[in-house]
């Protein structure tokens, strides 16, 4: 597609329920990253895919949190039980180059997650 | 320490001014950087990125690293309203590809 698709663009969910966020890269973009980005905060790090391959899942905050992009294409991000500190928009990112130090992003319009 | 660290603002500069956005970063292993623009309710766009030492210039747009004191700088010349946004500081470490995202600095321009 032209851009990074997400959806949903909002989602209130009932503490404890389960959730799952998903993202479509730009076509062709070899790596895609997820943020989460809480009020008045940066973007931080959750996970990094390349292709198919999760290399990099630092950043999720507790097993309670699982991403996967299977087909090296359409990711889904997947948040079980949640909870309050969990409200904050997702975002994701995609990029063309799979090598170090050339990630410039393109980013979608994110997911915005309450949790009541 | 934070890897990457920006005042969170708000700075406040005059219409037509020069804006001065600064970031320093915590890992001397780090390789690219990267300035994004952030409006409100909005996702992030690059705005630039530098490799090398020295200046990067676009437009009205300049970009600043030094390498030694861990540094960069983002000048916007003639501030105009609509560069009103949170600016956000971004890095890479050599050999890694997750980049890093500073605070945002708010930028306000005034009329």
């Known amino acids: 597609g032209a851009g990074v698709s997400q959806s949903p663009r909002y989602k209130v969910a009932k503490r404890g329920q389960d959730v799952a966020l998903r993202c479509d890269p730009i076509?062709?973009?070899?790596?895609l990253f997820w943020y989460q980005q809480a009020l008045g905060q940066g973007p931080e790090f959750l996970t990094y895919?390349?292709?198919?391959?999760?290399?990099?899942k630092s950043g999720l905050p507790s097993d309670r949190f699982f991403a996967e992009r299977p087909e090296g294409s359409v990711s889904t991000l997947k948040i079980q039980r949640t909870q309050q500190e969990d409200s904050a928009v997702y975002l994701c990112?995609?990029?063309?180059?799979?090598?170090?130090?050339?990630?410039?992003?393109?980013f979608g319009a994110g997911s915005r997650l309450t949790v009541l | 320490q934070k890897e990457v660290e920006q005042n969170s603002g708000p700075l406040s500069v005059p219409e037509g001014a020069i804006a001065s956005l600064n970031c320093t970063y915590s890992?001397?292993?780090?390789?690219?950087f990267f300035w994004y623009r952030q409006y409100s309710g909005k996702s992030p766009e690059l705005i630039m990125f530098?490799?090398?030492?020295g200046d990067k210039e676009d437009g009205r747009f300049t970009a600043q690293l030094n390498k030694a004191s861990q540094y960069v700088s983002l000048l916007i010349r003639d501030s105009q309203p609509s560069d009103s946004a949170t600016y956000l500081c971004?890095?890479?470490?050599?050999?890694?590809?997750?980049?890093?995202f500073g605070i945002g600095t708010k930028l306000q321009v005034i009329p």
């Open positions: 990112a995609s990029s063309q180059d799979r090598y170090s130090g050339a990630n410039v992003l393109t």
């Open positions: 076509s062709g973009h070899v790596s």
């Open positions: 895919f390349q292709n198919e391959a999760q290399l990099d």
């Open positions: 890992d001397r292993g780090s390789q690219s």
């Open positions: 530098i490799y090398s030492n």
């Open positions: 971004a890095v890479i470490r050599g050999g890694y590809q997750k980049v890093t």
